[in-house]
């Protein structure tokens, strides 16, 4: 299955993206990135965002693929938490599934 994801983060933001990336390959082969670009926080107060596009083909499910979104996100310590203090550590959303849009990519439409 097609699948399009987006990273984001505000603190130690190369770091996180890269590690990120590096925790992803792992799971899903041949996954590929777009470059990273800057952006402005939209909806809280923090520092710039550094996001990137990943793409790639899955047999995993929906409810996997997303699962293991969010076992990453907890492994590099991010937190409902943080995000409430407007910190993100890393935030990996799944965008596109197939053809379903699961979550609308905000930063790309600024």
């Keep these: 299955m097609k699948t399009i994801i987006a ?6 933001q190369e ?3 890269s590690k990120a990336q590096i925790l992803l390959k792992q799971r899903f082969k041949g996954i590929r990135f777009s470059n990273p670009v800057w952006t402005e926080p939209i909806g809280i107060e923090s520092d710039t965002f550094l996001n990137c596009i ?4 899955t047999e995993y499910s929906l409810e996997q693929v997303r699962d293991y979104l969010k ?5 590099m310590g991010d937190s409902h938490e943080n995000h409430q203090r407007g910190m993100v550590l ?3 959303d799944l965008a596109q599934y197939g053809d379903k849009i699961v979550k609308e990519i905000i930063w790309l439409q600024e």
Excluded at 7 to 12: F, Q, R, T
Excluded at 54 to 57: A, L, P, Q, S
Excluded at 71 to 75: K, V
Aim: glycine letters at 10%; charged letters at 25%.
């Design 54 to 57: 990943g793409y790639f083909e």
């Design 15 to 17: 770091e996180n993206i």
């Design 71 to 75: 076992a990453i996100e907890q492994i």
């Design 7 to 12: 990273l984001g983060s505000n603190s130690k």
């Design 90 to 92: 890393i935030d990996i």
